[in-house]
Structures are given as C-alpha cells and as structure tokens.
C-alpha cells in the first residue's frame, strides 16, 4: 500500500496520469469535472508496491529518453535495494573512455595515464623548462621552502568538479595529477569517478601520490582545489596530507607579474600570450558539470572525453608556465615586456634578492611605455636608498625630473635629498617649490620657511 | 495630578475603566473580566549549578528561580527535547541560556546553536547572553552569524564561537551546504534553541522543519547528538508544532509560575455612528480618547495599531488630547518598524526610567522585544488570532503589578463576530500553528539540498519520513537528473549550490516585488496572492495607504503602483476550477459527505469588482488578462446531500450556499490561526450560474448543468492556496463539524437584516430576506452532533 507521500511522489513523476482540470479548460467542462468527483475514490485503492515501483521506473525511463534524445544505454537507477544492482555501466562505455581501472585500498577507480616525453612543447615552450625551476619560482610564491625542493618533487594538480559555486556536495569528479619522472617524461595521471561511488577510491589514489610529492603546483589551488578535496576528504573520512605541503599556486604568481599589462588572467589567456598556445576546440569550462551529469546517467563518455583532454592541457600549461616564469625570473633580458620586470622586481625586492631585483628594474627603465619607466625609477630610488646606495636614487630622482616635471613625489624626495643629505639648500627650494602636491600645502610652506632660513644661514656664513 | 510611571495601582485601572462605564466614553462594553493575582512560585536552584551561575542569577537579583525554570532547567539537563510555552516577562531566556552556559563551563569543546527568526531580535538576545556571560566570569564567545556578519568574524566564528546565534534562512543557504568548514563546531554541538517557535507555522514553518532534518543529518554525520529547545508564545499546540519542527517528542513546559497581578480585559466595540451601514467609530480616536485618560491617571500604556499610519492618527490625537488636559505630549512616543536600532534602545531606555507615558506601536513591537513595565495595553482592532492577542495584552503588567488589556474593536467582518460573540476570545484555546513538512514540494526541495550535504543511503531516513517514504522521495529526484543512484548511496549531481534556489517562505514560485514609482519596493507578495491583489489597475492597500497597480509583470515578479486616494477597493474574480486527486479520509454528515484529500486547482483572475469603501456599494466591473494559475494542494470538501438543499427555492440556494461559504471562509481563518490568503473556498455543482453573487477570490460556473443525466452534488470545497498544502486541512478536517457551526453562528449572529459584508458577504441588491436564515440552515445540516 502506497504512502501519502508515495502516490503523491507518483503523481508528480506521472502528471499525464492524473485528472487535473488544466485538461477542462472551457467552462462548459466543469461538469465533467465534478463527475471527476465521483471517481475520487479511485486512487485510494491500494496500490501494489511492487507496480508502483515498475511504474516509476517506466516513468524514469521515459524522463531520460527525453533529456537525453541519443541515449545509448539509459540506465534506470534500481529502487528495489533488496535486490544487487546491475552495474551501472556497460563495457562499451569503458572502451570509450582512455585509461583502465586500478584497484586501491578503498576499491576501484578509474584512471588515465598519458605520458608527455620531455621535449613535448607547449606553444613556444619545451615542458621539460620546468625542471629548471627552484629559485625564481620560489622567490615568486613568496615561499623560500621551494627554493630547496626538487622540480621532481612537484605534483601539479587540477580538478574537473560539478559545480563552480562551491559547497559542499561539489564532486571534484575528475582530479588531474603529473609529475616529471627521473627520465624526464611528464606523466598525467587523471583520476576519474565513473560515478560518486568510487571517490574513496579517488581520493585513496590521490593520497597516494600527494605522500610522494614534495610540494604542489596549481592555477588557484589554494582557494578551489585544496578546499574542495579537504571537503571530500572530510565527508569520506579520508586523510588529506595535501593541506600540509608548500604550495605553487601559479595563479597568484601571474596577478603580481601581468596584472600591469594583462586584464584577463585566466589559465588559457596566460597559455595564449605568454605560452603562445591557442586551444582548438577545448569544452568550455562551464559546460564541464553539464557533461559529467550526462555522462552518469547516460553512460556516453564522447565529451568526457573531451573534459580529460582539457585537464591534460591544463596540467601541461601548468608546468610549462611555471618553467617560463622561472626563466623570466633568472633572466631579465630575456623578459619579452618591461612591464613584467617590474612584477618581478618587485618580488625580487620582497624576497630581499636586491641585485635581481636592480637587473629587473634596468629593464624596466627602457621600457617603451612612460608610465612603466615612471614606476620603475621610483621603484629603482626606493630600491637603492634602502640598500645604501644613495647615488643610484638620486640619479633615478633627476631622471624622474627631466623626464616628468610635474612629478611631485620625485621633486620632494629630491628636496629632502638636497636638504638633508647633500646640504644643498637653494636646490632643495627649487625642487620643493615643485612638491606641494605631494605634501600639501601646510606642510609645504613650512618645508620652504625652513630651507629659506638654512640658505640664508648658510649664504652668511661663506 | 501627581504623575506615577509604572506600577499604577489597581484603584487607577478599577477608576478609569469606572469612569469609562459610567459614560466616559460611549460604546458596548461587550466583556469584561478580571482574574485574580497569582502568587509565584519559586523552587531551589538544582545542585549542579555552578557557583558562576549562581552568581550571575544574583547579581540579575534571582535568589530563587520560578518552579518552571528549575522544570525547564532540569528537563534540558536531563537532554529531553524541551518546549517552553509560557507567556510574555515569565523568563523564558534564562530558562535555556542557564543550563546552556551550563554545560559550556563544565565542557569547553561544547558549542550550542540559536536560531531566530529575524535579525533583529539576534541581536538584542546576542546582548542579553553576552551580559549574562559577562555575569558568571566566563570567557565563552557569542557570534551573530548572519548575512551582515563581516568575512573575518565568520572564519573565526566557525571555529571560535561558543554560541552561534543566527536564523533559519542563514543556516539554510549559508551553514549546512558548507558544514565541513564546520566540523569543529558540529562536533561539540550540545543544544539547538528554536526561540519564537511559534512564528514557524504554514510554508515557513513546513520549511523550517526540514531545515532542522538537514540540521539533524549534519550532526549526525559529525557523532552529534544536540539537545532541541523550543520558545513559543502561548497557541494551541507548542508541544505538537516542537515534535513537528524536531521530529522527536518533547517535555512541555507551559505552567508558568511566575506571578501575576489583577488582569482586567476589556472587549469594547466602538458605538455605531451610521446605523444605516452600520458603521462603528474609528478605533483610533476611541484609543487616543483611552489612552489619554490612562496616561493624565499615571497608568503607563502601550497601544497596538494595526498599520504605520494607524500609529501616526493616534500617536497625533492622543498628543492633542493630552496637551489639552495639561500633560506633556513628549511623554507619548511611536515605535513602529523602520525605526533604527538606536532610537529603540532609547525609547526602551525611556520607558525603563519612567520618562515615557505611552507608547504607540505596530506589531515591530510584538516579538520578543523588551520594552519594560507598562500598566495598560489597548489594541486596535483585532489583531487576528487569539493568541496574538493574548501575546499583546501580555505586555501589561510585570510581576505583581495590576494591569489592563482593551480591545478595541475595528469595522473588519471578525471583530464584529468578536464583539458579538466574546467567548471565543474569552473562553477559547488559542489557534494551533500548524505545519506540514511532508509538503511534497518542500519536501523534495530540501532532500535536493540534503544530498547535496552528504550523499543518501538508500536505508537512510530523512527526519521522521520512513526509509521506504524517503527512497520514493529520492527515486523522485533521480528520475528528475538531480540525483544518481549507485552502490546504495544516491549522490547530487543537479544544479550547482541547490539552497540558493529555495526561498523558505513560498512553496516553489517566486516573490513578487511591489514597486513604487520611484523605484523602491514597497512589499512583498507571494506568488498566487499577487496573482488576485495585483493585477493591472487593482488598489493595493498597505499599511493603511492606497495604491493602483500600474503594471504586474508575473514573468519579472514584479508589480508597479502608485499612490491613489482612497476612494474604492479591488476585488478578483476568478474562474476556478477543482479536481479531486486522491481521498485520503472520509466522514459522513446528515448533509453531506466530508472529504480530505487532493486537489488539483485552476485559478484563473479574469476580472475584478470596484467596491466602494464604506458602503461596499458596487462601482463596477473590468476585465482582467492573467495566465492561469494550476497547482496540486491539500483540501477538505462537502459534497451537499439532495435533502439538504431541497427544501429552499433554486433561485435562492445558490445565493445561500455562497453565503455560507464566505463565512466559512472567515471562520476557519479564525480557528485555524491562517491568514484568511492561507484558504480558498470554492463552490461547484449545478445551477451556481448566477455569477453576481460569486464575490472574493473564487467563483464556480457551470451554464450547462443539464448535460448531465444525474447531476453531480453541490459540493463545497476548502482548500489550502499553497502548492501541496501548508497543514491546514488535517485540522479543517478535525474539526469540520464545528467550523460549520461557527459558521452558522457567525451568520444567525450578525444584526443585520438580510445579509452584509461581515456575514455572508457582499451580495447582489435586493438581498433576498431569506437569504441568512438558509444559509444557516444549510449549516446546520452539516453540524454533527458529537457522537453521531
């Protein structure tokens, strides 16, 4: 005998079957309506459980043949939890998908191993640059534990998940891990649920090769990826030793460094400008959680396909990327855009690495755009009066001058720099007289009563 | 006069209301009633308080706590589900933050949770804790974690807080889709306190119940365990409506042993000053005129007003009228929402120090905020429920002081019918608040969120539904793609962040947003009541002010108005039609067969009826242009039995039976503490072809009742206006014997001669003479005698 609730739940999943008067629309129908009254009765005749439950499968079947035209294999999930469910996949839907099936301590998932020798490049750029980086990458996360770390020690990840909102139900239902081996082969390893139920198994694996690495490499990892695996690893009860590594996240590095010339960050514009990869027919990323939702009920792997291969490139950029900013890092002269010394100088200065920091800069001077050059001689002043080297900034003082005369903040720095340091008051009252925009104009009138008194003073004396 | 504030004795009270009766004020003094002062009872305080506790209850001067506290107290201790129904200033915080605090100083890792309803009372009871804390010594941390809770205060609340105090909608969209940021706090969670449990009844309450099963799955998951406490005003059924929102059985706290002074309640119905109408005088001036005479005899007063401009009209006379006899208008102040939190504070502070004489206040005022001792309280107008009203009059009086409850009554149908017919209000229950939390919508709406939190078992069970119950449910939603079903567990793979979709007060549509001209909202209507108040061109009246709806666009959800004055009044007319879908229970009546069950209806607005204000004179007819509404709900019908009609000419039954219906309509919003938007009714059957006298929201037509060989019974329906039904009807249905009854009550009572507004409604003139008199008989056959 059906529920309440069940025949309500039945009358929800099967409205062509129920009476309602939306089908009387005309006035004149209202009496067949009422005489629908009489047979009121009728639903409340028990209902077998057993029809109600093959009913509601004919009902799903007909609900997803209509979501999914070209459905090869739709697949009713079975109710009854009585008897063993049919596995939900058929054996072409795993020839479809690359990879295999691995066993882990927590049962099976399915993964994909695709292996990138080392002299595959990435638009412009051989992968195997990445095994170069140490220092530069570094000193541009801001994290001096890498510096120690072998590149071979990185494990680069990326995720594919249901949803982009976050949450706690967000299924990272594809995680993408590489690595660079001893060989220099760059190895993918896509760990993937054919449905939720292999995530013990996911995250089992992924444990796996997190207690390997050394240290991670990602595009907004620590605040997508990481988070959203401490969720998963959380609800499975699974360790995560993946909070505890130093962290690369490459998307950070690229704010500091391009955000003077690049209004779009993203992973793929990076790829596009400063990789020189442009991506053919890549699924965009908001129709990734429509795909997966597809392929679980449908069983169809074509566009999942097709959500591997965009992770593998994600992870390969991932690493060529960071290969690049490594180079761009230990050699100035080779930065393509002066306005990206200037990022990277400034994280040179930040990590204390003056000398790079002052290479940097020296690009940045000749730069072709007057802001940039504007920036960097403030940057180089700043720079060097904090290392001592006084000159330097004054030198960068005057150019600033010459080349911008209403630049305020130069004329003060150069007043303070004639009264206090080199004594030369009638030059520090003409630079003064051209910084009041920088300290206002109480405290500019004081600075000139009081360097008109030492120049007089001084004019006295001699 | 010598000027006293607060405290008035009871020979100020006995004396005003002397001189009211006397001819002070003209009018009915419909009831009257006096109880008699209660002496407190006062137990010990339990062994395991601590001595902090006790230090803080007596620096609050609580040597010895009321015997329902200790009750409340050791209940919550012992980790039974508590419900505290006891009435206004009978200290129902201590009663849950002492054993709270309690077991936070004896278990640091401990963590309790509070849910309110509204933001601002968060904030006044984050105050009331945070003192009380600050009383014991104790370091434990208090966070309002709400939508306007800073990003850094939030990371820290997680997982510094002590007690999180927030509402449902934030623990909704905002905590549990996140609960893993969570896991500290769920671990150590000991208590939920669910304060104004009472405000939780129809959609929002069906909600609420779910959120609290989504709550309940999310501890589990962590091996927590909290102990639920409810805080209701005094209505019908607190211990059912807590075992409703907790799904688990409560311990029912609702004999409060504070004690009470001498309670005098006044019923007053203003005189009539056009006996052709029969029209009263204004509430308003009748409570300026009382007021004024309480405020020169030193009895401090608060008065309820039904809207902000009600407030505005007595807040002026009563200044006018005290500046005449020589007080200082300044005393009297307003209090209504839109005031800030700042000016509150010091009105409150005011009526504290005795610096105010009255206050003129809407219903902002009603919930749980403390605004002192006051003598006096006077409504005007009915406020809609009994225990609404027993929650108001409750503001007068503290502790042992006398104290005064009038209510005045207003023109509206129901306080006619209560000025008539006191007993209801004197001698009734309050209404129950009811919920349904199985609502099928609702319902599924929360699983797609609860999977979303953690995946389903297929042996699970959601709150109080069946594993086989809940297994349909999720076989539902993964025949809808929002889930998968593999290895026994059903896993979310819907659209991203499910609760951002579900609001927790309509059942599935959206809100329309009522728009002034300039662009700023007024209001808020849900979906099918904007459907019948704001078509194009109808008067939308709020807070007492009068609009024309300029456009309704239901694709964008909203409505434009703009002011007009006063002149006429909108009603919709619809053509209905209703389909039985499943009976769940029968009953027969001598006249007629009862029934509950589903329904689907078709509600389709297609014109509207101009009224007259005041004389409801008929101004005329426009056509309205609207998509039909259709929706599956809950309903409880009479199918007529031939001999109940027979006796009465045709020409005049159907007129009858659309009496009876309207006040049907008016009588089980009353009992079933709905708003009377909560049901519809609707006629249908033969010869109801007489659409003049179909008034208010629905209208049956059947021109062709002769194609029928053997014509279908008259059926009378009332049905619950929320898809899939806010509980209602289970009630109705209980009770249907006695709504009838009231019915019949509520029309043989009315003075009228043939029929009015406030009986059997607005009719076609001439109104037939025998019209009432039917109508009541009709009724009558459907009153079972008890025991039949």
Not at chain 1, 81 to 89: I, M, N, V, Y
Not at chain 1, 343 to 350: E, K, N, V
Not at chain 2, 13 to 39: K, L, M
Not at chain 2, 462 to 489: H, K, M, P, Q
């Amino acid at each position: 005998m059906a529920t309440k609730l069940q025949s309500r739940l039945k009358r929800r999943t099967t409205p062509d079957t129920t009476a309602t008067p939306e089908a009387n629309q005309t006035l004149g129908d209202a009496t067949e309506t009422l005489s629908g009254a009489g047979g009121a009765d009728a639903p409340t005749t028990p209902v077998d459980k057993t029809s109600l439950i093959a009913e509601l499968r004919q009902r799903m079947k007909r609900i997803e043949a209509r979501t999914q035209p070209h459905a090869t294999s739709p697949e009713s999930p079975p109710r009854n939890t009585d008897t063993a469910e049919a596995p939900p996949r058929t054996p072409s839907v795993d020839t479809a998908l690359p990879g295999e099936v691995i066993d882990t301590a927590m049962g099976e998932v399915w993964c994909h191993q695709p292996h990138f020798d080392a002299g595959h490049h990435h638009g412009d750029v051989p992968i195997h640059t990445f095994l170069t980086t140490g220092h530069g990458l570094a000193t541009l996360c801001r994290d001096a534990r890498i510096a120690d770390l072998s590149p071979e020690g990185a494990l680069f990840i990326d995720t594919e998940t249901t949803g982009l909102s976050g949450g706690t139900g967000t299924l990272p239902f594809l995680i993408g891990v590489a690595w660079f081996t001893a060989s220099r082969t760059f190895v993918v390893e896509q760990i993937f649920c054919r449905d939720p139920s292999e995530e013990p198994a996911q995250l089992e694996r992924l444990r796996h090769h997190m207690a390997r690495a050394t240290h991670l490499v990602s595009f907004n990892g620590r605040a997508f990826d990481l988070p959203l695996i401490n969720t998963r690893c959380i609800l499975n009860r699974a360790p995560n030793p993946g909070v505890k590594l130093p962290h690369v996240d490459l998307l950070h590095v690229a704010r500091r460094i391009f955000s003077r010339r690049l209004a779009n960050r993203s992973l793929n514009n990076l790829e596009d400008v400063i990789l020189g990869f442009r991506r053919q027919g890549d699924i965009p990323g908001a129709q990734i959680p429509a795909v997966y939702a597809h392929y679980l009920r449908t069983g169809e792997a074509a566009d999942m396909v097709r959500v591997f291969e965009h992770n593998a490139l994600d992870l390969i950029a991932l690493a060529a990327l960071g290969g690049v900013l490594e180079n761009m890092y230990n050699d100035p002269e080779a930065v393509a855009h002066a306005a990206d010394n200037l990022g990277l100088a400034q994280s040179a200065f930040h990590a204390g690495h003056s000398a790079r920091g002052f290479a940097h800069l020296h690009r940045a001077e000749v730069a072709d755009d007057a802001d940039e050059r504007q920036v960097a001689w403030h940057l180089l002043a700043r720079q060097a009066r904090r290392s001592g080297d006084a000159d330097t900034a004054h030198q960068a003082w005057q150019n600033l001058v010459a080349r911008y005369p209403d630049d305020a903040a130069a004329h003060l720095a150069l007043a303070k720099d004639f009264e206090h340091r080199l004594k030369d008051y009638a030059q520090a009252i003409v630079h003064a007289r051209s910084a009041q925009e920088a300290e206002g104009e109480e405290a500019s009138e004081r600075r000139l009563a009081r360097l008109g008194k030492k120049d007089m003073r001084e004019k006295n004396e001699t | 006069m010598t000027r006293r504030t607060g405290n008035a004795t009871s020979d100020d009270i006995y004396t005003v209301v002397a001189h009211w009766r006397a001819g002070g004020i003209s009018g009915d003094f419909c009831a009257q009633e006096t109880t008699n002062p209660t002496p407190g009872q006062t137990a010990r305080f339990p062994e395991w308080i601590d001595i902090p506790i006790l230090q803080a209850m007596t620096s609050l001067g609580i040597t010895s706590p009321w015997q329902h506290q200790v009750d409340a107290w050791n209940s919550i201790a012992a980790g039974r589900a508590t419900v505290i129904a006891t009435p206004t200033a009978s200290g129902k915080s201590l009663a849950y933050i002492v054993p709270i605090v309690a077991r936070l100083l004896s278990r640091p890792s401990a963590r309790a949770l509070l849910l309110f309803p509204t933001k601002a009372l968060a904030r006044d009871q984050e105050s009331t804790i945070r003192r009380f804390i600050d009383l014991c010594g104790a370091d434990l941390k208090t966070v309002v974690y709400d939508g306007d809770t800073p990003g850094d205060v939030r990371r820290k609340a997680r997982t510094e807080a002590h007690i999180i105090i927030t509402n449902p909608d934030m623990l909704h969209t905002g905590i549990l889709p996140h609960h893993t940021a969570w896991a500290q706090f769920w671990a150590g969670l000991t208590h939920v306190v669910v304060d104004e449990m009472h405000t939780y009844r129809g959609i929002f309450g069906s909600h609420v119940a779910n959120v609290v099963r989504r709550l309940q799955r999310v501890c589990g998951f962590y091996n927590a365990r909290p102990i639920f406490i409810g805080c209701s005003a005094t209505i019908g059924n607190p211990g059912e409506l807590g075992e409703a929102l907790f799904g688990a059985p409560t311990t029912l706290i609702d004999k409060s042993t504070a004690p009470t002074g001498t309670r005098t309640f006044v019923l007053f119905n203003p005189p009539v000053v056009d006996p052709v109408m029969g029209i009263r005088a204004s509430a308003h001036r009748i409570a300026a005129r009382m007021g004024a005479d309480l405020v020169l005899a030193g009895v401090t007063s608060l008065i309820f007003c039904q809207t902000r401009r009600g407030v505005e009209i007595v807040l002026r006379y009563l200044r006018d009228k005290v500046r005449q006899n020589g007080g200082d208008p300044g005393r009297i102040r307003g209090y209504r929402g839109g005031y800030l939190p700042l000016l509150r504070r010091e009105i409150e502070t005011a009526l504290q120090q005795g610096d105010v004489d009255a206050v003129v206040a809407t219903n902002a005022l009603e919930l749980g905020i403390d605004v002192g001792a006051l003598d006096a309280v006077l409504l005007c107008g009915y406020p809609g429920t009994i225990a609404a009203t027993h929650q108001r009059a409750g503001r007068a009086g503290r502790r042992q002081s006398p104290s005064l409850a009038v209510l005045i009554a207003g023109n509206a149908p129901l306080d006619q019918f209560l000025a008539r017919e006191p007993a209801y209000l004197l001698h009734s229950t309050p209404e129950v608040a009811l919920v349904q939390p199985d609502n099928v919508t609702i319902l599924l709406a929360h699983l797609r969120c609860a999977a979303f939190e953690l995946p389903f078992a297929t042996t699970d069970r959601f709150g109080t539904l069946g594993i086989e119950d809940t297994d349909a449910a999720l076989s539902c939603l993964t025949a809808e793609s929002d889930l998968v079903l593999r290895n026994g567990r059903y896993h979310y793979i819907g659209s991203a962040y499910p609760a951002a979709q579900v609001s927790l007060r309509d059942v599935g549509n959206p809100v329309v947003v009522v728009q002034q001209e300039s662009g700023e909202p007024l209001a808020e209507v849900a979906w099918r009541a904007a459907h019948f108040e704001l078509f194009d061109h109808a008067i939308y009246q709020h807070e007492g002010e009068t609009f024309e709806v300029q456009r309704f666009d239901p694709a964008a959800s909203k409505a434009w108005v703009s002011p007009v004055p006063p002149v006429y009044y909108t009603t919709a007319v619809a053509q209905s039609r209703i389909a039985p879908l499943a009976t769940h229970a029968t009953t027969d009546g001598p006249g007629g067969t009862i029934f509950i069950g589903d329904v689907s209806v078709v509600e389709n607005v297609v014109g509207c009826k101009k009224i007259k204000f005041r004389t409801h004179e008929n101004l005329g007819y426009d056509e309205v242009s609207l998509p039909p509404l259709q929706m599956e709900t809950e309903a409880v019908w009479v199918q007529l039995h031939e001999h109940a009609l027979r006796d009465w000419p045709p020409d005049i039954t159907p007129l009858a039976l659309d009496g009876l219906r309207h006040a049907l309509h008016q009588v089980t919003a009353l009992r079933l503490m709905a708003d009377p938007r909560d049901i519809a009714t609707l006629l249908q059957g033969p010869h109801l072809d007489a659409p003049d006298a179909i008034h208010a929201e629905t209208a049956a037509l059947d021109p062709d009742a002769t194609a029928s060989p053997t014509p279908p019974p008259v059926t009378l329906y009332l049905y619950d206006t929320h898809e899939g039904g806010a509980g209602l009807m289970e009630r109705a249905f209980a009770s249907i014997s006695l709504l009838f009854s009231d019915a019949q009550t509520l029309i043989r009572g009315c003075p009228c001669p043939d029929g009015c507004p406030a009986c059997i409604g607005p009719l076609p003139v001439p109104a037939h003479h025998n019209l009432k008199d039917i109508a009541a008989r009709i009724a009558a056959h459907l009153v079972v005698v008890h025991g039949d």
